[in-house]
């Protein structure tokens, strides 16, 4: 359950930056994008439409597997996702664990085979994965996604958000 929600936290990191980005340069959205009238109008009126544009534009965008995103990135935002094919390849794995976790059960599939064949003894299975293998995993999407924030910063004059200082501890001067 951990990893599942570890792994949809960098899905969602992915998607709200961007968001972010489409916020601040609403001219880089696709402009093949087909939109209804009702859409546009009803999202002019409420003064949210490049908003609303970009999260139809990332949502079509999640729903595919994370080398469409990766190709996505860097092909419309000139921003690369992952700096070698280690980490792609870890992130991917880390995304599809995570789906057949989500969708399948847990139960190893011949999609989920045809996209890691090491797999392929485990068909019919519920997947383990070890706590080692986790952690490493976890560490590589961790990684990636604070070097990605680093990058897109600097590439598109984000804001930056310093971290809140953390609270003194408090002690009660009641008795227990």
Request: proline residues 5%.
């Amino acid at each position: 359950m951990l990893f599942c929600r570890a792994v949809n936290s960098f899905l969602t990191y992915l998607a709200d930056l961007m968001t972010l980005i489409y916020e601040k340069y609403p001219k880089k959205l696709p402009s093949n994008k087909q939109m209804t009238y009702g859409f546009c109008i009803e999202h002019y009126m409420a003064g949210d439409l490049i908003p609303a544009l970009a999260e139809e534009t990332v949502l079509g965008l999640t729903h595919q597997s994370l080398e469409a995103l990766s190709k996505y990135f860097t092909k419309n935002l000139d921003l690369v996702l992952f700096k070698d094919e280690t980490q792609s390849a870890r992130a991917a794995l880390a995304v599809d664990l995570r789906n057949i976790i989500t969708h399948n059960r847990g139960i190893v599939n011949r999609f989920f085979i045809q996209r890691n064949p090491s797999f392929a003894d485990d068909l019919g299975k519920r997947v383990f994965i070890a706590e080692e293998d986790s952690e490493e995993l976890l560490g590589t999407i961790g990684y990636c996604a604070r070097q990605l924030d680093l990058r897109a910063i600097k590439k598109f004059d984000l804001p930056r958000l310093e971290p809140l200082p953390r609270a003194a501890p408090t002690t009660s001067d009641s008795p227990d």
